[in-house]
């Protein structure tokens, strides 16, 4: 397996915590988020590992350098305008070849075992059901994504793809789900998968406190 995480952007939901500290950086329970990510990913044998940064980005090379690049190989993707999450996705593509690989939000925390990710295949997305006071991003049907229907599964930032999937697209700057993923559901291709783990979007500060509490 290869991966690609996401850590460019901004962090602005997160107020004051990402002004002097890129929010891959944040510590959950002792511990910044993308090292969560990078020992997991590490633990079942993955091959490479592809970041993008942007924001504070020496922050992130430095940590991430410092702990891990004698442990796995370690591509970092500066962007120097930042790209958005499609863009700069299809900015790395060219680090994986043309092999499958599994992308992967920074600011999301869980407990899932990343080994499970080895059994699927491009392009598929994993979910997990939403909370009943909140509408999800899409519902699903005989294991696809179907966006015309009740939206009652949220995306969980993973998900694994392939470089064809940026074949058609001319756009430098783009989002990922809006501009990609969303296109490929309309079709009817794009394939869902549910989990059953705790998961957390680590992208508010409520969460992030909830989080640090427990």
């Known amino acids: 397996m290869k991966s690609m995480i996401l850590a460019a952007g901004y962090g602005k939901r997160l107020g004051n915590l990402t002004k002097d500290t890129p929010k891959p950086l944040i510590e959950v329970k002792g511990k910044a988020l993308i090292d969560f990510h990078i020992e997991k990913l590490i633990a079942i044998g993955c091959k490479k590992i592809v970041i993008n940064v942007h924001y504070l980005a020496e922050k992130i090379i430095n940590h991430v350098s410092a702990k891990y690049i004698d442990a796995i190989d370690i591509v970092f993707s500066h962007e120097e305008n930042i790209l958005g999450t499609g863009g700069g996705i299809k900015n790395a593509v060219k680090h994986f070849d043309q092999d499958d690989f599994l992308v992967i939000n920074s600011d999301i925390y869980s407990d899932l075992d990343y080994s499970y990710f080895n059994n ?6 994993f979910s997990v059901l939403s909370d009943k006071e909140q509408e999800g991003d899409f519902s699903i049907e005989s294991g696809k994504v179907k966006v015309s229907d009740d939206k009652n599964f949220t995306w969980t930032g993973f998900s694994i793809i392939n470089a064809k999937l940026f074949n058609n697209i001319e756009e430098k700057s783009f ?23 705790n998961w957390y979007d680590v992208g508010s500060i409520d969460t992030l406190e909830l989080l640090n509490s427990e």
Do not use: E, M, Q
């Open 120 to 125: 699927f295949f491009s392009p598929t997305v």
């Open 175 to 197: 989002h990922y789900w809006h501009d990609c993923l969303l296109k490929i559901a309309k079709r009817g291709n794009l394939k869902a998968d549910i989990l059953d783990i």
